[in-house]
């Protein structure tokens, strides 16, 4: 028996049946065009919605106007069918949130693609996904169609959402199969009626897998033709396909380098195939060689001169920070590093680097501190944000921004009840990077449990601290990718691997002279170079640095005096200490709300807290014992005292692979008295 599925709160899966039945319902306009009515039986979707005669440019093709009619009854105006779904789902919005509508509303999405990436793989398991298997069911597709892709197509429109790309950017070559496309298929068809369009991930080295070619070369002519071909197929089974996503030469995947080609070769071949059909192709910045010293700076070194090479419909996609999705990184300094190449930010909404499914962290305010921060790279208020806008060379008809899914087929979709939270922050942020942490949030809590501020204001609080508490327990200082080898769950800082930029080590670098990674211009890496100034003396002066990336760009003594006056080393000991403070607190703060929650859910946050707190000490232990070896200095007799000993860590064996979060049972015994 299936249990009921909360999408965004019960309240959005009723209006996606109301959807569902307006959409059956919808009588012709005179224009030609569909009325999205909506439900009579709601006060809401009694709302009139009226398609525009003449065609209203600032709403564009998705935005929509809301205004009272002379009755009082609030209408959506919009050019396009999307336009009045995404405007009577804002009003759905309103309505659940306690807000009337007084003054004209027009809303329009800033990103013109706003995109999900799955990393599913055909075989169901999710890399990095921690809500259970793939939610789509390749094996009954196309036959068996469960009700769970309209909801997701439901759930995303009510956020904006308007693109998916189905599967792992460690793409299997069998997803360009025949086969697989007409599976893809009857998904694109559910989905269209969302404005949502498809896209997949596809494999550089398909034409030798799938045609058996000599080569996947991207100037090879038959290599070309073969993609050609491909991109035709596809079109003739999917006419709205959206485009592709590519990894390639990055961590095992083929790629143009394979052929002594670049990038830009590779992706404009791409280009050009689904250009006549309007297709993108999101090529992606991650990528680091083994042997390269730094890491962090290898983007650039990639992509910086290849500036200009891209074909307009090549958007390259970087991720948020320099390195991989941890819990705080510098921005990715490429955001200002391209003039004439279209770039996009790639969030990361499943939880790979801040304790998967099993710890309660709301993103939004790590993914703003991104948007927000500027690269300077034409002065003042070249915001990463502005950047992805096309705002800075004004190439705003290319503006994107992905984010990796962290849904799958658990009963709540994402694997802890408040993670559902991050997805809906990724729809409404990308639909306006301007709205707060504090105003995303308030609207989830109220769509999802109740409108009740007894309820919703400590909740509130306790979401919006959770990513400062999870920095803090897991990465203070800028100290990064300590993480065990073992799923990215739970400390590490001693593993090895086949790799020395897979190794903590490799980051951490905590030997009898101090910690951090050096990246100043003098005696370091110079990765602090490929920002603009002032970022870039700022970052290089460990004065000015701020202290929450001071490891990430610089190595310290153990007693180097911080701003707070206190060693380096008691302040690595404190940082932690509040992290664990926190974490404790977030426990108080849930029970304190109980009577305004359903027992299920309430249970189910409550145990995965408990959880979170101990994590967080066994993440100070491991830490700091570990660099206690180097110190040679005592953890402060006031904080929190250690539970076990180096040794018993690192004896600890967490056995899990890339496709699930640890059982809460599995991980090791720490109490809270
Ligand atoms: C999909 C990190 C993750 C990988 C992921 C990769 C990527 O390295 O650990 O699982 O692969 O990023 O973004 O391509």
Redesign the pocket.
């Known amino acids: 028996m299936r249990i009921v599925k909360y999408v965004f709160g019960l309240s959005v899966a009723l209006m996606a049946m109301s959807l569902q039945s307006c959409t059956q319902a919808r009588p012709e306009n005179k224009s030609g065009h569909d009325l999205w009515l909506g439900d009579i039986t709601s006060p809401v979707f009694a709302a009139n919605k009226k398609l525009l005669d003449n065609y209203d440019k600032t709403l564009g093709d998705e935005g929509f106007r809301i205004k009272n009619n002379q009755k009082g009854d609030a209408v959506v105006y919009a050019n396009t069918e999307a336009g009045l779904m995404y405007g009577t789902y804002h009003l759905k919005r309103l309505y659940d949130c306690g807000v009337k509508v007084d003054d004209e509303i027009v809303e329009v999405p800033a990103y013109k693609y706003r995109i999900l990436n799955h990393?599913d793989n055909p075989n169901l398991t999710v890399?990095?996904g921690y809500a259970g298997k793939s939610l789509w069911k390749w094996e009954e597709l196309p036959g068996k169609i469960r009700p769970e892709y309209e909801e997701y197509a439901r759930a995303n429109a009510s956020i904006g959402i308007n693109g998916t790309v189905l599967n792992?950017?460690?793409a299997d070559p069998c997803m360009l199969t025949r086969e697989y496309l007409e599976k893809v298929k009857v998904l694109a068809d559910i989905f269209r009626p969302y404005n949502i369009k498809v896209y997949l991930s596809l494999n550089f080295a398909a034409p030798k897998h799938l045609a058996n070619l000599k080569t996947s070369d991207p100037l090879d002519k038959d290599v070309i033709k073969w993609w050609n071909d491909k991109v035709a197929e596809i079109y003739s089974i999917i006419p709205d396909f959206g485009g592709f996503l590519v990894?390639a030469n990055?961590?095992g995947q083929s790629g143009p380098q394979d052929y002594g080609r670049t990038h830009a070769d590779g992706a404009n071949m791409i280009a050009d195939a689904v250009k006549p059909y309007g297709g993108i192709v999101m090529w992606?910045a991650?990528v680091y060689a083994a042997e390269s010293p730094d890491r962090a700076k290898q983007a650039v070194e990639e992509f910086k001169p290849l500036d200009g090479q891209f074909r307009d419909n090549v958007i390259i996609q970087i991720?948020n920070g320099p390195v991989?999705?941890q819990p705080r990184e510098p921005f990715s300094p490429l955001f200002g590093q391209l003039e004439h190449t279209n770039i996009m930010a790639e969030m990361q909404i499943t939880q790979?680097y801040l304790g998967h499914s099993n710890h309660m962290v709301y993103l939004h305010p790590m993914w703003k501190e991104c948007l927000d921060s500027d690269t300077y790279q034409k002065g003042k208020g070249s915001t990463v944000a502005a950047e992805t806008l096309g705002k800075v060379h004004g190439n705003t008809e290319w503006s994107a921004i992905a984010g990796?899914t962290n849904i799958g087929d658990s009963v709540n979709w994402c694997g802890h009840q408040l993670a559902q939270a991050n997805w809906y922050a990724f729809g409404r942020m990308a639909w306006n990077p301007d709205l707060s942490s504090e105003q995303i949030i308030d609207e989830w809590l109220m769509q999802t449990f109740t409108t009740d501020r007894k309820f919703v204001e400590p909740v509130a609080k306790m979401m919006l601290a959770s990513r400062e508490a999870c920095v803090k327990y897991e990465m203070p200082l800028g100290l990064h990718h300590c993480f065990s080898g073992a799923g990215?769950y739970g400390p590490g800082p001693w593993d090895r691997s086949s790799r020395p930029d897979w190794e903590p080590a490799y980051y951490h670098k905590a030997a009898a002279d101090g910690i951090g990674f050096d990246r100043t211009s003098k005696t370091g890496s110079d990765a602090v170079s490929q920002y603009h100034e002032p970022l870039r003396s700022l970052y290089d002066n460990v004065e000015t640095c701020p202290d929450e990336l001071i490891l990430w760009f610089h190595h310290l003594p153990w007693d180097y005096k911080m701003k707070s006056g206190r060693t380096l080393w008691n302040e690595l000991c404190y940082t932690f200490e509040d992290g664990i403070q926190e974490a404790r607190g977030f426990i108080g703060t849930w029970e304190s709300v109980e009577k305004y929650v359903d027992p299920y859910r309430y249970g189910q946050v409550h145990e995965k807290l408990i959880r979170q707190a101990k994590d967080a000490i066994w993440w100070r232990d491991a830490l700091m014992l570990y660099f206690q070896q180097y110190s040679k200095m005592e953890i402060p007799s006031d904080c929190t005292k250690p539970q076990h000993t180096l040794d018993e860590l690192r004896r600890f064996r967490l056995r899990i692979s890339?496709y699930e979060t640890p059982a809460l049972d599995k991980l090791p015994d720490y109490t809270l008295e």
């Open positions: 990393w890399e990095r792992n950017v460690n990894k990055s961590e992606r991650f991720k991989d999705f790979e990796v990215h890339n």
